[in-house]
């Protein structure tokens, strides 16, 4: 290990110095844990309390809090709470596992929905059962890193951050807690989304309202777990204890899974995402690390906001969009066919050799009038 001399830490990574036994001399020797930990100091809060208060019971993706597509309210302090759970997670059908850094216990974590003008008022847990510090970098928020030099806790700590959601449309949310163990945090699970709606709801880019039946939340993940000598994925009895082998992989950009909400198969069989010919759908699609193309195999886009932001004009009928890593994107399709979509990262290789696929089971009527079987399969 370096000489602890040449060190520079902050006070915050040194009491956390136990929790990081596995891991600490290899990430104090790349890069000092001070990114996300820059000492920032805020006045005090503003007084809202004319304010009128909500609090929101989150679910687990790919469903979504119940929620007012236009507000009948005025701008309100809008409540969440997140608690961090490290744990193991099997994430395919051969059994591998990860050790996961989540928000709730999912992955992704789950999707927060305010309107424009509202504040978030967001209280984050660090149960002393964790081995890790953590925060949370909000990219719909401004100032301190996002929030993230504002809430880096320690195991056994908590912290309140509240924002005002100044820019309608969706945004991840990821942990962020300073160097190599950024994206470590992020690969391993550690992002969410938020979905900031105008006031007067979603429009079509020429002022006519449009309005979603239901809401579905993908978040996209890439993980990255080592091998042993003998190709098979290998096993950590703690989050810390695979640091090293990880970052290897990690700095090869190729991940060994890229899957939807958190393991391969999870949006497909019992956890095939519903819906009914005619109704629409709103899609919120997330990918905190790495660039997607998502897909709806049989259906299209009927408005997309590819990049997630609803003060642009929505593209129209895309086949597929694409979302930049670190983007949340939206897009907005009518349902015409019954039967299986499937809903797939368009890099094929990702989506049927790596994960990245679920489906959507549709009921309803055929419409021959869309498509039919003119013959059907027969000898030359």
Known sequence: MNDPDNINVSRRALLAGAALAGVVGTVLASTPATAEDAGVVTGPPPDLKDLPRRKVDLVDPPFVHAHEQVSTRGPEVVEFRLVIEEKEMVIDEYGTTVHAMTFNGTVPGPLMVVHEGDYVELTLVNPDTNLMQHNIDFHASTGALGGGGLTLINPGEQVKLRFKATRPGAYVYHCAPGGPMIPWHVVSGMNGAILILPRNGLNDGNGNPLHYDRIYYVGEQDFYIPRDEHGNFKTYES??????????????????????????????????????VGETVLFIHSQANRDTRPHLIGGHGDYVWATGKFHNVPDVDQETWFIPGGTAGAAFYTFQQPRIYAYVNHNLIEAFELGAAGHFTVEGEWNNGLMTSVSPPSGA
Do not use: I, W
């Open 239 to 276: 989050v810390g204890d695979g640091y090293d082998d990880m970052l290897r992989v990690m700095k090869t950009l190729t991940p060994t899974h890229v899957v939807f909400n958190g393991a391969v198969g999870a949006l497909t069989g019992e956890g095939a995402m519903q819906a009914k």
